[in-house]
């Protein structure tokens, strides 16, 4: 063979062996884009998950929040109506600011919270003594304490 045969030989096995090595080359990249696209879309899903956790968990808190004060906002009221039934002396106001409470805490809920929040209106309302008027509040605080301190406790509906 010439020299020109052993040069055209070994040029044709460079190019092969490139384009068998770009081959193998372009499929290992095809392979690694792919993995890492999966990647990013694990990772995406996971902080789309992670920040989906954390509204809701920032929802119930603010549900939570809202309870409280209008809970705390009913016992004052609940307490007023009471020291001026007690001493007889009073705001005007407290009647509405009594009923008032007690539609918020009807409509914010659950139904244990309106049902003891009734009975303790109801015992005002009667003029019943002064100890029944508190088991009344008891009650009530009671089961409030319990429903803002339940650990699966939910927002209110919409």
Known sequence: MSEWGVALIA???????SIVTGWYGRSAGLRQ???????GD??????LESVRLTIQSEQV???LAQRRQIYGEFLGAAE??????????GSPDDEALL????????????????????HLVHCLRRH????????????FV????????APTAAPPQP
């Open 142 to 149: 009671s089961v409030a304490q319990e429903l803002l301190s």
């Open 11 to 17: 040029a044709g096995s460079a190019i092969g062996g």
């Open 128 to 139: 019943e003594a002064p100890d029944d008027v508190d088991r009344a509040k008891s009650v």
């Open 61 to 63: 808190q603010r549900a």
């Open 99 to 118: 009923r008032r409470a007690l539609g918020a805490v009807v409509l914010e809920g659950p139904p244990e919270a309106a049902t003891a929040a009734r």
């Open 33 to 39: 884009a792919e993995a890492a696209r999966h990647a």
């Open 80 to 89: 007023a109506r009471a020291l001026t039934e007690r001493t007889g002396r």
């Open 42 to 47: 694990r990772q995406a899903d996971a902080l």
